[in-house]
């Protein structure tokens, strides 16, 4: 009995002892990984062996000197199956816990992977789509702005531009309702027809596109900085005036904004300037 109790010790710290060996060497492999991991089943394997041999060990220490192993046997059964079921049972759990976790982990590392390659898939769709309409808006205006006189050298968006803005002094020295009906009655001469409209369609449809897409601030603020640069001057100006008096969600989108861009002198009175630049109510 005394040579079984201490091969039972022995066994007992040795397998402990592999037990705490494998767990520390479990810890530095999952810093290394920098990752949840599950659990070495070698690990699992010399836990489980250490806490049986402890249960008999136990055992051997608590029973009664006069008590005979071998008629007993059903009743040590008992006893070391009793203590042992329950802990293997919930070293399972903390495995099956341990598994749970890092699905969980994975599914969620998906879930982002997805999410972030769709928002890449939904930003080449914009951009694409962008750059296709920003190519026809300058294809229009090449072909109705921007095409110079043969005598004089000045282009159609240049012309229209300077009859726009050619009374400025005059107007902003009129009341707001003045200014307001005196504009429009220029503008009206101006820019209410065909080819005005297509190009306002064309560009604040290229407007609408950015403001809303589905990506980050910043982002939106540099296709609207390209969309204003592909444009002149002349033509920024049509914009503003043609959408200020015939389309008012344009208007607050080009106020938002801040589209035109042009100082002052180039609008037509102070009203257009102050409702772009300076929060005037619609």
Partial sequence: MIVLLITLICSLVGISGLALYFYFLSREKQKNEK??????????????????????????????????????????????????????????????????????????????????????????KFEGTFFQILERLE????????????????????KISMKISANNIAHSKLSSRAQYQTVKGVVSG?????????????????????????????????????????????????LAHYSFFYNRNARRMLREWRFPRLKEHAFASTLTFQYYYNGVKN
């Avoid at 294809?139 to 240049?158: L, P």
């Avoid at 190009?199 to 980050?216: G, H, K, T, V």
Wanted: with cysteine; hydrophobic share 45%; charged share 20%.
């Fill in 139 to 158: 294809a229009y205006c090449e072909i109705h702005y921007r095409q110079a006189d043969k005598n004089t050298g000045v282009t159609e968006g240049d």
């Fill in 35 to 124: 990752q949840l991991m599950p659990f070495d089943s070698t690990l699992v394997a010399w836990c489980a062996a250490a806490f049986a041999l402890l249960i008999c060990f136990a055992f051997f220490m608590l029973f009664d000197q006069d008590f005979a192993i071998d008629n007993n046997i059903g009743q040590i059964g008992d006893f070391i199956g009793g203590l042992t079921n329950p802990i293997l049972s919930f070293i399972a759990l903390l495995v099956l816990l341990r598994t749970t976790m890092i699905q969980t982990a994975e599914a969620r590392k998906t879930a982002d992977f997805l999410e972030r390659q769709m928002r890449f898939i939904e930003r080449e």
């Fill in 190 to 238: 101006l820019l209410n027809n065909d080819i005005c409209i297509g190009f306002n369609n064309r560009a604040i449809r290229a407007l609408r596109l950015i403001n809303n897409a589905d990506i980050p601030e910043p982002l939106k603020r540099s296709f609207s900085s390209l969309l204003t640069d592909s444009l002149y001057p002349s033509e920024r100006k049509i």
